[in-house]
Nanobody
């Protein structure tokens, strides 16, 4: 079992930056691929970024590529999402998730989820 807790969300102006953290506890964090997803009001949960268990591979949605960076510190049992050049359309609840296989963009393939953290970008 893996427990995930996100932090770092908040209110920021367009063009600003935030760094989200996802602290994991439980079973071996280093063996899990991690993903970040987001869900805006009235919309489906969408893929943002993912990183392999070894942190050797990353994958991003087209909407955030070049602006967001996912990373994973296995020694600290923590995954991060650095978000730069934020836009109002990035406003959503952001969730981290873990799966014990490779990278996936599909929410249903992730085994564990955090409770989410709100990110609001004002124009």
């Amino acid at each position: 079992q893996v427990q995930l807790v996100e932090s770092g969300g908040g209110l920021v102006q367009a063009g600003g930056s935030l760094r989200l953290s996802c602290a994991a506890s439980g079973r071996t964090f280093s063996s899990y691929a991690m993903g970040w997803f987001r869900q805006a009001p009235g919309k489906e949960r969408e893929f943002v970024a993912a990183i392999s268990w070894s942190a050797g591979n990353t994958y991003y949605s087209d909407s955030v590529k070049g602006r967001f960076t996912i990373s994973k510190d296995n020694a600290k049992n923590t995954a991060y999402l650095q978000m730069n050049s934020l836009k109002p359309e990035d406003t959503a609840v952001y969730y981290c998730a873990a799966r014990n296989y490779g990278i996936s963009t599909t929410p249903l393939l992730y085994n564990y989820w955090g409770q989410g953290t709100q990110v609001t970008v004002s124009s």
